[in-house]
């Protein structure tokens, strides 16, 4: 029987499939994977890169839709592409532990528990998607790299959804 959060993880790996981000959101993950195919010896691991990144802030708008909340993209308005990664390094910071500012708005939608869940499954069906791929061809140093590596875009692209609420760029 799955769990909660398995069936987050699992809404947000379908929301991924349509085209889930908002322009704003869009131009930010085409910047970060025209970066990342400079900076990978193999283009490939970028477009991983960006399937992280879209399941990641699909769980937050999954999260925001069982929250209630119908957040939509501000026409014209909300941070430019570097306010956008700044305030997300903010919150990829504190999910990993940094401490936050008790006048800070409250970082999950719904249990704690349950997100961070949600996001370790994610984390895993992203890393069990690429491991024929990459696990026999590296040792288990690199592989924990790699791990480290899809782990951080997965919470990039939650850490750019959390952002865009908190900036203003929606509604």
């Known amino acids: 029987m799955s769990t909660e959060g398995d069936l987050l993880a699992q809404k947000a790996r379908a929301l991924a499939q349509s085209h889930p981000l908002t322009p704003l959101a869009k131009r930010y993950s085409d910047r ?3 970066a ?3 900076n990978q010896p193999l283009t490939v691991v970028a477009d991983w890169a960006s399937a992280a990144f879209s399941a ?8 925001e839709n ?4 119908a957040l939509t993209a501000r026409d014209g308005t909300g941070p430019d ?5 700044r305030q997300s390094q903010v919150v990829a910071a504190e999910l990993r532990g940094a401490a936050r500012s008790p006048d800070a708005p409250p970082l999950f939608l719904m249990d704690e528990e349950l997100v961070v869940a949600a996001l370790d499954r994610i984390i895993n069906s992203e890393l069990s998607r690429r491991q024929d791929n990459v696990r026999d061809g590296v040792d288990d140093a690199a592989w924990a790299e790699f791990e480290d590596y899809l782990a951080w875009w997965v ?15 929606l509604a």
Not at 81 to 85: A, G, I, K, R, T
Request: net charge negative; glycine share 10%; aromatic share 8%.
């Open 32 to 34: 970060a994977a025209a």
């Open 36 to 38: 990342e195919q400079k």
């Open 56 to 63: 990641g802030y699909c769980l937050r708008r999954v999260e």
């Open 66 to 69: 069982e929250a209630g909340l």
């Open 81 to 85: 592409l570097d306010e956008l990664d």
């Open 155 to 169: 919470i990039k692209g939650y850490s750019v959804r959390t952002a865009e609420a908190f900036t203003g760029a």
